[in-house]
């Protein structure tokens, strides 16, 4: 199989997105790359990301992919989950306390930052509308955190997220009450699930 034949691959499996990681580690040179980028007319979306012409953009899937640290969180991991009516009007992300997150700041995304213990809980894969794979906490780390911070989120999405989750086939109680507890949030959780059944 030729250089070209591999990265349009690359390019066909990813949803029309190619990273120079991916590519690098098919033992593809970063030249060979440049050069393929350049007779495709990609379009360089973020450091060591391109894009092809004819695919959607996905700006969650580009956040994902440039700061491996990053997880969805809040509204935007309420979005993913299907847990919200609309839209949020800014991506949220959690990362670990201590990480530089000026860069994402500065592009409107909502950024947490949290103790390393509690940092990982509930990290999952899951698909945007697009089909691309990102980093996003499950749906009872996310009525956590959303518990947490309730008084930062829209009221209405607030409500209609606890409903949806409570009323969810794969809702998972008994995990939710776990992250509470590590989260010292039980009271709060408690109060919230029992007075929407």
Not at 3 to 19: E, K, M, R
Not at 99 to 118: E, F, P, T
Request: with cysteine.
């Amino acid at each position: 199989m030729t250089s070209s034949a591999i990265l349009d691959q690359i390019v066909a499996d990813g949803n029309g997105y190619l990273q120079t990681e991916t590519v690098v580690k098919h033992g593809i040179s970063k030249p060979t790359l440049a050069a393929y980028v350049r007779a495709r007319r990609m379009e360089r979306v973020a450091h060591g990301l391109y894009l092809s012409l004819d695919a959607w953009p996905d700006e969650l899937f580009q956040v994902s992919a440039v700061n491996q640290r990053v997880i969805f969180s809040h509204e935007t991991a309420l979005s993913l989950h299907g847990l919200t009516e609309r839209e949020p009007p800014k991506i949220s992300v959690t990362v670990p306390a201590g990480y530089n997150a000026s860069h994402l700041r500065k592009n409107g995304v909502r950024v947490y930052q949290i103790r390393q213990d509690i940092y990982p809980l509930g990290k999952l894969e899951v698909q945007t509308t697009f089909g691309n794979l990102v980093r996003s906490y499950d749906m009872e780390r996310t009525i956590c955190d959303c518990i947490r911070h309730k008084e930062k989120m829209d009221i209405q999405m607030f409500q209609y997220a606890i409903r949806e989750y409570m009323r969810h086939p794969k809702k998972n109680l008994a995990r939710l009450m776990d992250y509470a507890k590590r989260m010292k949030l039980e009271s709060d959780v408690r109060t919230y699930t029992e007075v929407l059944p």
